[in-house]
């Protein structure tokens, strides 16, 4: 397949993260809660762990395999609705308003996908079906002479899911075939009506 000037595309930004805490993984099945649509996102990143090992017979190397285990992720937000960010790291608020995290508290599983913006005002859809955060740190500092901005970061791993193996999937909205539903569907196995 040929490639024209305009396959050439750089990733310009970050629009919007699709977010559901998983409920269930097997090997016969899986479900996630409901797709939480968040656009306040700021960033995000996912390095694959891989490792390259080597053989080697007759004084030489004579073969490289790769193996691979997962992979590392990170998100940034401008801010989050309290109760998205209490049940993607596992806190519970009681019935007197109060949020509770102790040495009880787990993070749950989620499926998420983020959509990174291209300079022609395309998109690239990166899929995770299986990540687990650890807790956020809570930090703030004093308003000086002008205002800083806070941001919540969270990190985490991604691994493959039980049900079916998937790991990560990716999609470009000018793919002749696109359609958002598919993916989600894909990462959240619902019925995500679709985005342009």
């Known amino acids: 397949m040929a490639q024209t000037k305009n396959d050439y595309q750089a990733i310009t930004g970050l629009r919007r993260a699709y977010i559901a805490v998983m409920k269930e993984d097997t090997q016969e099945a899986v479900s ?27 004084n030489r190397q004579v073969q490289v395999a790769q193996s691979n285990s997962g992979a590392t992720f990170n998100m940034t937000f401008h801010s989050l609705p309290d109760a998205i960010r209490e049940a993607i790291q596992g806190e519970t608020r009681g ?4 949020t509770r995290s102790n040495s009880e508290s787990v993070s749950p599983y989620l499926g998420i996908i983020a959509e990174f913006t291209k300079e022609d005002g395309s998109s690239r859809f990166v899929g995770l079906t299986k990540a687990i955060l650890t807790p956020a740190s809570e930090e ?14 969270l990190e985490g791993e991604a691994s493959d ?13 000018k793919d002749e075939d696109f ?18």
């Open 140 to 153: 703030a500092q004093t308003k000086e002479d002008s205002v800083e901005f806070g941001e919540i970061a």
């Open 95 to 98: 019935e007197d308003g109060i």
């Open 161 to 173: 899911r039980l049900f079916d193996g998937e790991r990560k999937l990716t999609k470009n909205s």
């Open 179 to 196: 359609d958002f539903s598919v993916l989600s569907n894909l990462v959240f196995l619902n019925d995500t009506k679709a985005q342009g």
């Open 32 to 58: 996630y809660d409901t797709v939480h649509e968040i656009d306040s996102v700021k960033t995000f990143g996912v390095s694959p762990e891989s490792s390259l090992n080597k053989a080697y017979a007759g």
